[in-house]
């Protein structure tokens, strides 16, 4: 495994540690504000992406649509990791007892589920963007992801 890819897992396990920390504060906040937020967020999202990858508006028009319904399936993928956790039986002290074997088995499960979404994913992408736009496009995933770590480590 080469350096460069080793950084991006642990920058990809980052993010998705930050994003289920983030998710369980926001829990407890206004659910409008929340929402607010999240809306506030895809907006600059869809800014940044567009014009990293230079899409133009029918382009756009195409790959939004099929982004989210991707970002969807790997947020219920990354919900299921979650209830797992939350899930958990508890000792007397109060403590989650994790069934890790349980828990392994299901985190490389998913990864798997989620590097198949990818693949699918990928191919309709090929239907609406060129292959230098959608080289562009996982390369602006990467950027958006040290984008908001940024933003995080400002708060």
């Not at 982004?67 to 007397?92: F, S, V, W």
């Not at 002290?93 to 499960?109: A, C, F, H, P, Q």
């Amino acid at each position: 495994m080469n350096k460069k890819s080793s950084k991006m897992k642990r920058l990809v396990y980052l993010l998705i540690v930050v994003f289920c920390s983030s998710s369980i504060a926001a829990q407890h906040s206004n659910s409008a504000e929340r929402q607010k937020r999240w809306e506030e967020m895809k907006v600059k999202r869809a800014a940044f992406f567009t014009e990293r990858i230079g899409m133009t508006s029918e382009e756009a028009q195409q790959f939004w649509p099929i982004y989210n319904e991707l970002q969807d399936k790997k947020g219920a993928l990354n919900e299921k990791i979650h209830k797992i956790h939350h899930n958990a039986q508890k000792d007397e002290k109060g403590e989650r007892i994790l069934d890790y074997e349980k828990l392994n088995d299901e985190t490389i499960s998913i990864k798997v589920q989620e590097a198949n979404l990818d693949k699918i994913y990928y191919q309709k992408l090929k239907t609406v963007l060129p292959a230098e736009k959608i080289y562009r496009f996982y390369r602006a995933e990467r950027e958006w992801a040290v984008e908001l770590l940024k933003q995080i480590r400002k708060r």
